[in-house]
């Protein structure tokens, strides 16, 4: 797993408000294909805003995003899907209504141009949702919803995955399988970002890590360097960690 | 065999059928047109509130804005009765365009701006400052393209048209979608949807079904108010038919019609007391008890209901 040298996403200095409160301050890093990069931070520190942001569901208020080298602030997030963006959310949500093969059907349907879709079964297979298919989403349990969602997102065959506390709730053999998963679709070349408060599983899983505090990177580079950083201490425990 | 080709074959050619020779064997055609109306009318709130949840508490401005969309064009155009009704369906279409603006709204507040929308357009036409337009408050006589007989048959072609465009809904990915934008409309664009295109696509069918159906109306009573056209009545009744039913399905809303409108007739004229007593507790029982129509009776069991 050799990421690539040339950033497929490029943030840089972005900037995002919501009334008084500044919920990305000048956010500025890169991910590259093939490679699985974290977010971590405290809450409120910004990563699921960041997530937010680019994949269309706002727009940013300053700075700039650019994936493929073009810049993507404020582009609809129906264009961003076809152009190669996909995520998932932190609390799932699938078409409760629609059986689960009819909540990934509008995906492949809809979410990518050109190039053979994904073969349906074969997916709901790989994310264990087989014996589920004909049930509607609603029905199924949260990590359940959660596959789905991850499903719904593979359908699109994303080159940039975004991943919101995909890990969080899973049991410790989910967790592992998940893992597994989530490396061999970087090893196919697809480029992740993980939003994770787990730390054992973004240790396991990434190649590199992002540390955000108040809306702004802090630390960059391996998550077991990031742990020794005094301000990365000082912000996951407070002050008197970090002497 | 295809979902569609079913859905066709055992759903819509019967209907239509049974519409298309009940004439000659009952004497009533009056009612006959009217259940015909409001099968294309809860087919039309079933398009929008069905599929994309949005109610439509002032349909009957679509309804009331194709009637004098006929009106103007027979009485100042002498236009065929026939053009006139596409034209009705293009005023409906034009007024849907109009308020677009309304589908940033959502819930009650999407119900409310919508009735109120109506109304402005039921005084705009009955303002007797535009008199020389739509004849203001004093009425249309269209005696004319006067022809009940064309005009049934013509709403027949439109009950057709509706409800084979909510049979392609029912079994196309494009219907799959816009349940999909009315579930989540995130998740919706996620998937890579145009969520605002779906959402005025969907609006605009259903403006054109309660246009169309304004216009063959204007040609069937041809002499009529704006009260009643844009009587509030059509947008509850169609409204209360299609979730009886149960909505985002072909067949829901033609059983709404048929035993609501049914009873309305049966007992509505004669003991309008007690339709007024029976109707009310239908609707509290049906909201308590089946708030997805009389065919969640059927998909609770995992019975599929097309």
């Known amino acids: ?243 | 065999m295809p979902n569609a080709v079913k859905h066709v074959l055992f759903i819509l050619v019967p209907l239509i059928a049974v519409f298309a020779v009940l004439p000659g064997l009952y004497q009533n055609h009056l009612l006959l047109f009217n259940f015909v109306t409001f099968l294309i009318l809860a087919q039309g709130v079933n398009i929008i509130y069905g599929f994309t949840g949005y109610l439509p508490f002032g349909y009957v401005g679509f309804f009331g804005a194709g009637a004098y969309g006929f009106a103007v064009l027979v009485m100042h155009y002498q236009s065929p009765a026939l053009v006139a009704v596409l034209a009705a369906g293009l005023v409906g279409v034009l007024l849907g365009l109009l308020l677009t603006p309304l589908l940033r709204l959502s819930g009650a507040y999407f119900a409310i701006a919508n009735l109120a929308a109506s109304l402005a357009v039921l005084h705009l036409v009955a303002n007797p400052a535009l008199e020389g337009i739509t004849k203001g408050p004093y009425g249309v006589s269209l005696t004319g393209t006067f022809n009940p007989s064309h005009a049934y048959y013509a709403a027949l072609v439109v009950l057709t048209l509706t409800v084979g465009g909510v049979v392609f809904l029912k079994n196309s990915s494009f219907g799959l979608a816009l349940q999909a934008v009315r579930e989540d409309s995130v998740s919706a664009s996620m998937a890579g949807v145009n969520v605002v295109k779906m959402r005025i696509a969907a609006w605009l069918a259903s403006a054109l079904v309660a246009g169309l159906a304004g216009g063959i109306y204007a040609w069937y009573v041809s002499v009529f108010y704006p009260d009643n056209v844009f009587s509030g009545e059509f947008s509850i009744f169609a409204i209360v038919f299609a979730l009886f039913g149960g909505v985002a399905t072909i067949s829901g809303p033609i059983i709404g019609v048929l035993i609501l409108y049914g009873v309305y007739n049966l007992i509505g004229f004669t003991t309008p007391q007690y339709f007024q007593l029976i109707y009310g507790l239908l609707i509290m029982g049906l909201v308590l008890f089946l708030p997805a129509g009389l065919v969640s009776l059927a998909t609770r069991r995992g019975w599929h209901v097309p």
Do not use: C
Request: charged content about 20%; hydrophobic content about 45%.
């Open chain 1, 1 to 243: 797993m050799s990421p690539d040298t040339k950033p497929i996403l490029s943030v840089h200095k972005l900037v995002k408000r919501f009334g008084g409160f500044v919920a990305l301050d000048g956010l500025s890093f890169h991910a590259a294909p093939g490679e699985v990069l974290g977010l971590v931070g405290p809450n409120g520190s910004g990563k699921t805003t960041a997530i937010n942001v680019i994949s269309g569901l706002y727009a940013p208020d300053g700075g700039e995003v650019a994936f493929d080298g073009a810049s993507i602030g404020g582009v609809a997030s129906h264009k961003l899907v076809h152009r190669g963006i996909n995520r998932t959310f932190q609390v799932p949500k699938p078409f409760m209504s629609l059986t689960v093969r009819e909540n990934v059907r509008v995906a492949l349907a809809y979410g990518h141009i050109g190039g053979a879709p994904p073969a349906l079964d074969a997916l709901l297979d790989e994310y264990r949702l087989a014996s589920v298919a004909d049930r509607p989403a609603a029905d199924l349990n949260s990590a359940q919803q959660k596959m789905l969602d991850l499903v719904r997102a593979l359908a699109t065959r994303p080159r940039l995955l975004l991943l919101d506390e995909l890990a969080a709730g899973l049991n410790p053999a989910e967790l592992d399988w998940i893992a597994e998963r989530i490396k061999q679709l970087a090893a196919g070349g697809m480029s992740i970002i993980v939003v994770e408060h787990l730390m054992g599983f973004i240790e396991h899983i990434t190649d590199r890590v992002i540390v955000l505090n108040a809306g702004r990177e802090i630390f960059e580079g391996k998550l077991a360097a990031a742990v020794k950083e005094p301000q990365v201490i000082e912000v996951f425990l407070g002050g008197e960690h970090a002497a």
